[in-house]
Every structure is written in C-alpha cells, then in structure tokens.
C-alpha cells in the first residue's frame, strides 16, 4: 500500500474531503480515545508556530499517541548545516509519521518525497497550510449544515493570504459564489481569478465593505491586514480600518451568517463582535483539534468505518 | 571545395543542429554537455539565415541524440531544428518539442522555493506550451520558460 501524505488541499478530490469532515465530525462527539496508542507522532516545526503545533500535539495525546520533536530550527541540527532530507530520513527512523512546518515553501512536498512515512503540511511558507483549509470547510459544514451553493465573502489581505487561496481550491467541488473584498494592494491576484474562470467558479470583486454589500454573504472570511506587507506606511494607515468589522454592519446579515477567522487577528474584527451571534472564529479554532485528529488517522491508515467501531472512546 | 563552402565543413556521420538563435549558441552546447564530447564538434555563430537575422550552428560527429535531449533543448529554443547526418546525407530532421515535464533543467525563480534551499533535483511542469509557462513541482509559482535560469 502506497502511504497516504497530507501535503496540500488542492489534490485532495471531493469525496476525500467530505470524507475527512464526516471522521471529524465523529472525533467532535468524542475527541478522546486510543486509536493511536502505541504510535509515536512527530512535530518538526521550522518555525514557531505555537496554535498550529498545540493543536496538532493535543490532536496526537487525546488519540493516545506520544509525540516528539522540536519547536524551533536553532534547537535541531538544521542549525548545524543538515539537510531537510537527513533530518526527515533520521526522524522517520523513529516516527509513524511527521508533521512539519516551515518557513520554504514546497519542503513538505518534498519530505514526503523522500520519508518512508507519512508527512503532514502544518505550513509551508506562503504556499500551503491545508490542515488550516480543512478545518475552514469542517467551520463552513458545521455551521452551514452543507458545503454546497454558499456565498462566501472574503475579506482583507487576499494577496498574500495563502488561507483564502487554498479555500478557493477546496470549495472548487461546491459550486460556491465568492466576493472578494479587499484594497486594490491587496487584490486577489490574477492566478487565483484564473483559477476561478478555468474551475467555473463564480466570483464578484468590491473595494467597500459595509452591511449593504455583505447582506448576502452564508460566511465572511475575515483575514489580517498585514502590515508587513505595504512598502507604504501611509497606505497601510489608509487602509488598515478600512477593512473593519463592527457590530453595525452585521445588522443587515442573514441569520445562518458566520464570521470566520484564521486567527491571530489584531483589528480587523472589533471586540465588540466577540459575543455577536454571527461570531464563529473561536469555535473555528476548536475545530482543529478534529480536523488533525481525522488528519492523523488518514495518514495512518486508520479508516472511517474504524473510527465509528472504535472500542477505545474515553468519555 | 571552394573557401567559402570550407567556412563550416561538412561532417560523415552526426549531428548538426541548425536555426540556433545566435546568442543561444553557448546555452545549447551547455544543455547538450558538448564542452565534455571527445568527437569532433564544430561550433558556429553569427551567420547570416534566412529565416532569422542571425543563427548558430553546431557540428557533431558521431553523435545523435535522444529525444530526451533534444527536448531538453525547447527551454533556450523552442525552433531548433536537428538534423541526423550518415554518410554525408540527412536522413531525418528533428523539431524540438517541448515536453510535458522538465527535470533537473532549469532553476526555480522563487528564492524561498525548497529546490534553491537544498541540494535537490528540480521539476517543473509545462503547464502552457504555446505560451512557454511552467509551474514549479514544488512551490506551484508559475513562470515564464524565458525568465527561468539554467542550471
């Protein structure tokens, strides 16, 4: 059997991940078992990232795994001059499978080239995060009970927000209708509008955002204005509050309307919408627990119809 | 034989590989490793042509090539054309076709890209010929087949 990797969203076919959200809708009813007892987990991240490796780490523990690994390149010997592919050949000498950040992009794709395991994308520079793309469509499922027909308002940085870029491939099988919002800096770029065109997915792109143009939205994807990315300080003023969500402009929403959020955020979404209704990011964030619970499972060979007979539920 | 026909001689058996866009002469020879041939190679450049301004040409005796390296010719030039000389005559005449895949030809030109961060072969796929774009295996930027290095 050819082993099963989880490096990018957009090779991943509609029943893959339909079939993905049904097994972590399955470790939302019951998040602690045993399933992967006996089993060790790698972290490998090249960078810190401390939610994404919490996440997949506590994912590991409350399926019974052990995990090993390093938070941080100056602490492995990537610091000493190693190589990608001797650190990956040496960890997988003593993992059942790895999951990696870091910061160049197409690494994990190349790890899982040459790892006799399974590799796990937890991020890939501005490429990919595809275990972030998963829970965004488990957050869309759960809250929109289908993935189907939706319109789906992305907000803010679409330039370089590699989020919205791998939503747009995963929801290529949905039929969705997607309003791009965003300072002409920050446009959607042109790649990804051709994408659309060749997928036949729908689009319509707006400079305002106010409650009028987001009165039709199923999900507003809400995304961090960087400020690293203006060379123009002045523009970045400009623009940062532009792009602000407040309480105000949900009150025309519909009321299945979730805003989402990949976190961290700084201003974009006001406090104030914190305990709004329409408010979904934190819960969007438990979802990935679930979401890497079902990602290990699949790269371990551990099937659906296993997961529904499991023995090993710990209530 | 008059001098002028003297300029380029003729070769028995080999290959000569004509329409070479001048200043690609040397990209070719590099692609092909003619530098490395112990048979007799002739190289030439800025002749006049008339189909473009000015060509390169290049002579090898007792040599022919794969269609794998041949192909891997499209990337400086996409109209070479090669022709298989025996016993002083052609005997087939070769385009260059750009094939769907480029291994270990040409660099990626993104420098967070994991192929110019580790020693590693690259991949690239032809995602439009007419239009000569490729798409890194790896990091997916896409680009121009005129814009990327040679390795």
């Known amino acids: 059997m050819s082993k099963q990797d989880f490096v990018n969203i957009q090779n991943l076919s509609e029943d893959t991940l339909l079939y993905l959200i049904r097994m972590a809708q399955e470790f939302e009813k019951h998040p602690n078992r045993e399933l992967l007892k006996g089993k060790v987990v790698a972290t490998l991240f090249y960078e810190p990232s401390t939610r994404t490796r919490l996440s997949f780490e506590t994912a590991a523990n409350r399926l019974g795994a052990r995990v090993i690994g390093f938070t941080d390149a100056k602490v492995s010997s990537v610091s000493k001059g190693e190589t990608l592919k001797d650190t990956i050949l040496m960890v997988s000498n003593y993992a059942d499978v790895i999951a990696m950040r870091h910061y160049i992009e197409g690494a994990a794709q190349y790890a899982s080239e040459v790892a006799p395991i399974p590799i796990i994308n937890a991020g890939d520079g501005a490429h990919q995060h595809p275990s972030q793309c998963l829970l965004d469509l488990y957050t869309i499922h759960q809250t929109q009970g289908t993935l189907n027909n939706l319109n789906i308002y992305l907000v803010g940085d679409l330039k370089y927000g590699r989020t919205v870029h791998s939503l747009i491939m995963a929801m290529r099988h949905f039929n969705p209708t997607f309003h791009f919002i965003a300072p002409k800096e920050l446009a959607m770029p042109t790649e990804y509008k051709l994408y659309c065109k060749s997928h036949n997915i729908k689009y319509v792109e707006h400079t305002a955002f106010n409650s009028k143009e987001i009165a039709d939205a199923d999900i507003l994807y809400m995304t961090r204005v960087q400020k690293e990315r203006f060379s123009d300080l002045m523009e970045y003023e400009r623009v940062k509050n532009v792009y602000r969500l407040t309480n105000d402009m949900l009150a025309d929403a519909k009321p299945n309307m979730k805003v989402l959020h990949p976190l961290p955020r700084v201003n974009e979404i006001a406090y104030e919408v914190d305990d709004n209704p329409h408010a979904y990011y934190i819960q969007q964030a438990k979802n990935g627990l679930y979401a890497r619970e079902a990602i290990f499972c699949y790269c371990l060979g551990i099937t659906l119809d296993d997961v529904l007979n499991d023995k090993t539920i710990i209530e | ?151």
Do not use: W
């Not at chain 2, 290049?58 to 298989?84: M, W, Y």
């Not at chain 2, 072969?121 to 990327?148: L, S």
């Open chain 2, 1 to 151: 034989m008059s001098k002028k026909e003297l300029l380029v001689s003729a070769i028995e058996n080999g290959t000569v590989i004509d329409h070479i866009p001048t200043e690609k002469t040397f990209q070719v020879v590099n692609l092909l490793h003619l530098q490395d041939m112990d048979t007799p190679v002739t190289i030439g450049y800025n002749f006049k042509s008339g189909l473009m301004d000015r060509k390169g040409i290049i002579k090898i005796s007792d040599k022919f090539f794969t269609d794998d390296e041949i192909n891997r010719l499209s990337v400086v030039a996409p109209n070479i054309v090669l022709n298989t000389i025996r016993n002083y005559e052609v005997v087939e005449k070769k385009r260059v076709e750009t094939p769907d895949e480029l291994r270990g030809i040409i660099k990626c030109n993104n420098p967070k890209c994991i192929t110019n961060n580790e020693p590693m072969e690259t991949i690239f796929n032809v995602i439009d010929k007419e239009q000569g774009i490729v798409k890194c295996h790896y990091c997916d930027k896409e680009q121009k087949i005129d814009e990327v290095e040679l390795i």
